[in-house]
């Protein structure tokens, strides 16, 4: 659910120059990603993501940052800055052009040419593109922009950092500091220590890591990792691993020739973002390692690599239809081996040890970072940090990207390094940065918005509820009839259930009691429908619950006649 905020209302009006910052998405989650900065009058948003259901939104496909907060004032966005290439970053941008097509678009050549694809999907044309890299400085408006490499599990992230007339904003996007990355592109520390020493007012990190102690592996540890599970791997080898994680792809890649087997990638986003790494150059394909997945067929097993979405257990992917024996073409026998090559999202635990038993049920080894070191972090641990913050040395920190445990323990990392100001802020709480104090000014509406096939935030949170209690105390419709001259129960109650353990019992107990409680409603005054069913459903609610302890939804229907 959302963050709200009762104890604060909306902020004041921004003072003359101070900086004004709105998150809208990713702080109190992981996922949809979404911040903006305001100064004299003009906008600045930084990435715009998407965040994944989880089980208890049934029938959501995304959940938004809600735009509602600036809905008003699109107008006055001078441009979207996009971090990196993940879906928590730019996924819901095609929502936002939508309301506004020629917001100019920021980022590097990666994260651009990702977006792109998700572009032309949603049909939007005539979009303003901006290719920067780092070093690049560029001016929208009143915010001069910088821009700072930094490591992470996708290629060509960058960092921002913002000057406006209220000072030097630095935002470290997702980022970890793997000293020996496979692609030598290590997050520029000497940009930030530089930039420290300019001074930086007021510092975002990521927290999503803040509370894992040490440091994140190098990404090349878990190459003898991988090593091992292909020379003990007898029959096929499927890896699941994030669709643009295009390093771990490469491992995967080399391990495949060293061993001596083909590769086919399996899962749409996988192949399209593949083929845009390897046109780009992020991706090396060694020559004839591969093949058409259709192709695999044809080979014995032993020679076979699968590169496959679905790490995260979502249930339209690749892997989970794999799990459950409805792929096309992959089917799972016993003796091969899966090799999940992924970090765990909370919310997402329960469908991936939904679709980890669907494959060791058909016999496959499955080999995860719970039993093997086969997956290493994108994000920084509370180690780097504490370096950051001691080489950075920021006036005030604001933790962003994570659930709010996430956040306080990264508030602390900076504390202990002596940063005099730490705010913690959640969602749509506003925070100012006035005379280079940043404090919390108040907050704005703002709260999911959920993707339902085509339509977008029509449906609402209540809905959701009312979905789940569908999914898991079906209902019960309760039909009375009144008389509407003698004020008397004239039909009925005819009481039916469905979908739950209430199907097929007696429902005798109940109808006097709620004949007896609308004649005495009606005696009182009473006339109304909509009254005479509140008053059956809390009679029918409190019978089912004290006799069945269920709490289906209940429909009373009052008829006068
Ligand atoms: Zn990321
Ligand atoms: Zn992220």
Not at 134 to 153: C, I, K, M, Q, W
Not at 292 to 310: F, M, Q, Y
Not at 345 to 367: K, Q, S, T
Not at 388 to 398: D, H, S
Request: proline share 5%.
């Amino acid at each position: 659910m959302s963050h709200p905020h009762p104890e604060l209302s909306a902020p004041p009006e921004l003072a003359k120059g101070a900086l004004r910052v709105i998150p809208l998405g990713g702080l109190g989650e992981v996922g949809r990603n979404m911040t903006v900065f305001e100064y004299d009058g003009r906008l600045l948003v930084v990435d715009c993501g998407v965040l994944f259901p989880e089980d208890h939104h049934p029938g959501v496909d995304l959940i938004l940052p809600d735009f509602a907060p600036i809905r008003e004032r699109l107008a006055d966005i001078e441009a979207l800055v996009l971090t990196h290439g993940h879906e928590d970053h730019i996924g819901a941008t095609p929502y936002l052009l939508r309301e506004r097509g020629d917001i100019p678009l920021v980022g590097s050549e990666l994260t651009l040419a990702l977006l792109d694809s998700k572009l032309r999907e949603h049909r939007l044309k005539e979009t303003v593109h901006h290719r920067v890299r780092e070093g690049d400085r560029l001016t929208f408006g009143p915010f001069e922009l910088e821009f700072v490499a930094v490591n992470h599990s996708i290629p060509d992230a960058l960092a921002v950092a913002v000057r406006t007339g209220a000072g030097l904003v630095l935002h470290t996007g997702d980022f970890k500091m793997d000293q020996l990355p496979l692609d030598g592109r290590i997050t520029d520390l000497r940009a930030f220590a530089r930039l420290g020493e300019e001074g930086v007012d007021l510092f975002l990190t990521d927290s999503t890591n803040a509370e894992t102690p040490g440091f994140t592996p190098a990404e090349r540890s878990i190459t003898p990792v991988i090593d091992q599970v292909f020379r003990d791997s007898a029959k096929r080898v499927v890896v699941a691993c994030f669709a643009s994680h295009v390093h771990r792809v490469q491992q995967v890649l080399d391990a495949a020739v060293a061993h001596d087997r083909k590769v086919a990638y399996v899962g749409r986003s996988m192949v399209r973002n593949m083929m845009i790494a390897k046109e780009l150059g992020y991706l090396t394909v060694p020559a004839g390692v591969l093949v058409d997945a259709k192709e695999l067929a044809t080979l014995p097993p032993e020679r076979v690599v699968l590169i496959s979405t679905g790490s995260q257990g979502e249930p339209m992917s690749a892997l989970s239809r794999i799990a459950q024996r409805t792929h096309s073409f992959v089917h799972i026998e016993e003796g091969d081996t899966v090799l999940l090559a992924s970090s765990l999202i909370p919310g997402n635990e329960n469908a991936v040890y939904r679709v980890i038993n669907g494959l060791a049920r058909w016999g496959a080894r499955v080999v995860h970072k719970g039993n093997a070191l086969v997956h290493v972090s994108g994000h920084a641990s509370a180690g780097e940090l504490l370096y950051c913050y001691n080489i950075v040395r920021p006036r005030n920190v604001l933790p962003v990207h994570g659930e709010i445990r996430h956040m306080l323990a990264n508030a602390e990392l900076a504390r202990m390094t002596g940063v005099p100001n730490v705010v913690v802020a959640e969602d749509g709480v506003v925070v100012d940065l006035v005379d280079g104090v940043a404090s919390v000014a108040g907050k704005v509406e703002c709260g999911y918005v959920f993707v339902d096939g085509s339509s977008v935030g029509d449906i609402t949170e209540s809905d959701l509820k009312d979905r789940r209690i569908l999914g898991e105390e079906g209902f019960l419709s309760i039909i009375v009839v009144v008389d509407s001259v003698s004020g008397k129960v004239s039909g009925g109650p005819e009481i039916h259930a469905r979908g739950n353990a209430l199907e097929g019992s007696s429902f005798d107990d109940i109808r006097q009691p709620i004949i007896d409680a609308l004649d005495r409603a009606i005696a009182e005054g009473t006339t109304d429908a909509y009254h005479l069913q509140q008053t059956v459903r809390r009679v029918v609610g409190q019978w089912v619950n004290r006799t069945h302890r269920r709490r289906p939804m209940i429909i009373p229907v009052v008829i006068e006649a």
